[in-house]
């Protein structure tokens, strides 16, 4: 845990940056690599640590995966060739790995133990672990399975037909990656579409899988052959830029490889509906994962109500997005989205406590908050409980603040940005 001082003098923001790659396809690389027959090969995978945790999970189990910047080969004999681990898997931070590994190891053929970080030991798992009991899996944990530790014996699962009780990408792969080997069709509702990385990988790996009106039909026993993945940049890492662009003076950034996959780009959105000067150019849309490069320029922003659908594809963009609304004229209401406080950390009460200190008007509701703005932000020592997007929201503000923003752990940013800070450096003028 590193403390950082921030004294960036209100600088105007110029040039381009490329975008690190998705967190969330990384980690998908991976497992899918891993759980494959064959060679996987994965460009413009992101070294964060939450992926860093993936892949050493697999490594325990006896997948050979090399590293070599941010290219990743994984060569497998499939998931019937896993070893059992000695030793526990450690998932570090991250609630995705934990989350899809369930799903993976409960029709695995092998005993785990899985454990993670103070955070992770805080973190709901009764929401995967509910729908995978259903399946058949055996799984047991403090609390009846809530909280990490967990303890996994891989077992022949039965396939369900699941109505989820909240917008969660997690919980849907989980159920998915457990249907791929259990017996009949996995059927998974949502009433609220989240991210789809898994649906779009499944099929790249030469699985079948149907998706019709939020309704995911999977036939289990498929098996899945190893392939290139091509890994487009994070949007949840751009949107720190993207946020910076806007409300920073004089500034003019272009930022290249953003994944605009439609189920994450709720961002995009938001700032076109708050008036953002930004332009955007589509790449690939014939890919698994399409990308853009986005222009933003200083803009004269104003407020907006976020609320709904689009929260599920922008719910790792509330922290920045609230730091941006400070800086609109006018009222910003952000509803339905609870889910924040199961993140690594209540990030309803983190954003507001934090913002507060530098300032802000903001006030937290049960499922979101309220900010009325503009205001101008000061300097302050802010925590960022260890909350990787807490602390690049504090970074950001720290930009457009008079006088110093302390982080007291910078560190947590290379969860998912390890390039963060020298980002800033190449743009800072
Ligand atoms: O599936 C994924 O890769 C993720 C899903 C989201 O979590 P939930 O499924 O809990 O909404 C998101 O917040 C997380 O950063 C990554
Ligand atoms: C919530 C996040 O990740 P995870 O759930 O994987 O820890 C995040 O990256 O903001």
């Known amino acids: 845990m590193s403390e950082k001082e921030l004294q960036y003098s209100k600088p105007s923001l110029q040039g381009t940056i490329t975008i690190p790659g998705d967190k969330s396809v990384s980690h998908r690389s991976v497992m899918f690599g891993s759980i494959a027959t064959g060679r996987t090969t994965v ?68 005993h785990t133990v899985m454990t993670g970080d103070a955070s992770i030991g805080k973190r ?30 891989g077992t022949t699962l039965q396939a369900i037909d699941y109505q989820m009780p909240v917008a969660s990408a997690q919980v849907k792969s989980a159920i998915l990656l457990a249907g791929l080997r259990a017996e009949g069709t996995t059927i998974v509702r949502e009433t609220e579409v989240s991210r789809d990385h898994t649906e779009r990988m499944l099929r790249q790996f030469g699985a079948q899988v149907d998706v019709a009106d ?40 272009v930022l290249e490889n953003v994944g605009v996959n439609p189920t994450r780009d709720g961002m995009i959105e938001v700032l076109q509906n708050m008036n953002a000067a930004m332009t955007m150019e589509r790449e690939n849309d014939g890919g698994a994962e399409p990308t853009a490069t986005i222009r933003i320029q200083t803009s004269t922003l104003k407020g907006t109500t976020i609320e709904g659908a689009i929260i599920p594809r922008l719910i790792d963009e509330i922290p920045i997005i609230a730091l941006l609304a400070t800086q609109a004229n006018g009222k910003t209401i952000i509803k339905d989205a609870e889910e924040l406080k199961v993140k690594e950390t209540d990030r309803i009460t983190a954003v507001v406590d934090e913002l507060k200190k530098l300032g802000a008007n903001i006030e937290a509701t049960d499922d979101g908050m309220i900010i009325e703005g503009p205001t101008p932000l000061h300097g302050a020592n802010l925590k960022t409980y260890g909350d990787h997007r807490i602390g690049m929201m504090g970074a950001v503000a720290a930009l457009i603040t008079d006088g110093a923003v302390t982080l007291d752990d910078a560190d947590c940013i290379a969860v998912s940005y390890p390039e963060f800070f020298e980002h800033i450096e190449v743009v800072k003028k």
């Open 43 to 110: 460009s413009g995978f992101l070294l964060g640590e939450d992926c860093l945790s993936t892949i050493d999970c697999f490594r325990k189990l006896g997948v050979e995966i090399e590293v070599d910047g941010t290219n990743v080969t994984i060569n497998s004999a499939g998931i019937d060739a896993w070893q059992e681990p000695t030793e526990v898997l450690y998932t570090g931070n991250s609630g995705t790995t934990t989350r899809l590994m369930l799903g993976i190891l409960a029709g695995s053929s092998v």
């Open 214 to 253: 939020g309704v995911v039909s999977f036939k289990g026993g498929q098996t899945l052959t190893g392939t290139h993945v091509s890994v487009p940049g994070d949007i949840s890492s751009a949107a720190f830029f993207l946020a910076a662009g806007a409300i920073c003076r004089d500034s003019d950034i």
């Open 124 to 153: 709901p798992m009764r929401r995967v672990i509910d729908p995978l009991r259903q399946m058949g899996a055996h799984i047991t944990g403090r609390a009846d399975g809530q909280y990490t530790p967990l303890a996994i014996q």
